[in-house]
């Protein structure tokens, strides 16, 4: 059974620091890994996907890598702005291919 | 384009009540999906839809929960009798395709459930 985790749960950092969100799976044969923001009381929003042969994806200052064989994907901020607080979550496809299996999130916080 | 829309935005309930939540997903967009998300956890796949046929319906809690998507468009997700653990963001997606290796997920603002 395909398990997501995150790590940290809960991060805050000064503005401007680059900072990384940790993602692992435990069943390597996925198709593609997602990447999502959450703002409080707000639905969920698409940052990045990464498909399975693909190693990473850049979207602006959000980079997302890939290694399927450790498990493992990272989510790259660089030169974090207040306005990126928000809660992370990394996701993958479950082995049916229905539905979305979620981690439980990074919670961020940039101070200015 | 306009995005999924969902109502309502809040409900409080007692224990024991019920409580329907409805989604209009993107226009096109044949498949559906409802998802439960716990304060402090990842949304979890409670039921979805291709079109008005169910596609994985093997989380819902068959014995207190319904979902219905009439005419392969709007959809309804209820819940008789509330429990307080049913405390949670009732969240709809949807895709122009069934296949989520292919495609990308929109979701609603959600629905924010209190049973008290």
């Known amino acids: 059974k395909q398990e997501v985790t995150q790590i940290p749960a809960a991060l805050s950092v000064p503005e401007g620091e680059n900072l990384v969100l940790n993602c692992s799976f435990t069943?390597?044969?996925?198709?593609?890994l997602q990447w999502f923001r959450q703002d409080p009381g707000k639905g969920l929003t698409s940052l990045l996907l990464?498909?399975?042969?693909?190693r990473e994806q850049t979207s602006g200052r959000l980079n997302a890598s890939l290694d399927k064989s450790s498990g493992r994907s990272t989510l790259y901020i660089a030169a974090s702005q207040p306005g990126d607080s928000a809660t992370y979550l990394c996701?993958?496809?479950?082995?049916?291919?229905?539905?979305?299996?979620f981690g439980k999130g990074t919670t961020l916080s940039v101070s200015s | 384009e306009a995005g999924v829309a969902q109502s309502p935005r809040y409900k409080i309930i007692e224990k024991r009540q019920s409580v329907a939540f409805w989604c209009n997903p993107i226009?096109?967009?044949?498949?559906l999906y409802w998802y439960q998300q716990i304060l402090g956890q990842g949304p979890k796949l409670l039921i979805q839809?291709?079109?008005?046929?169910?596609?994985?319906d093997s989380q819902l809690p068959k014995d207190r929960f319904s979902a219905e998507r009439l005419k392969g468009v709007d959809s309804t997700l209820k819940i008789q009798p509330a429990k307080l653990e049913d405390s949670a963001v009732y969240l709809c997606?949807?895709?122009?395709?069934?296949?989520?290796?292919?495609?990308?997920?929109?979701f609603g603002a959600g629905t924010r459930l209190s049973v008290l």
């Open positions: 997606a949807s895709s122009l395709v069934r296949d989520t290796g292919k495609n990308i997920q929109y």
């Open positions: 069943d390597s044969a996925i198709y593609n």
């Open positions: 990464i498909q399975s042969s693909q």
């Open positions: 996701a993958v496809p479950n082995q049916a291919g229905t539905a979305l299996i």
């Open positions: 226009s096109g967009h044949a498949t």
């Open positions: 839809f291709q079109n008005n046929g169910v596609v994985d």
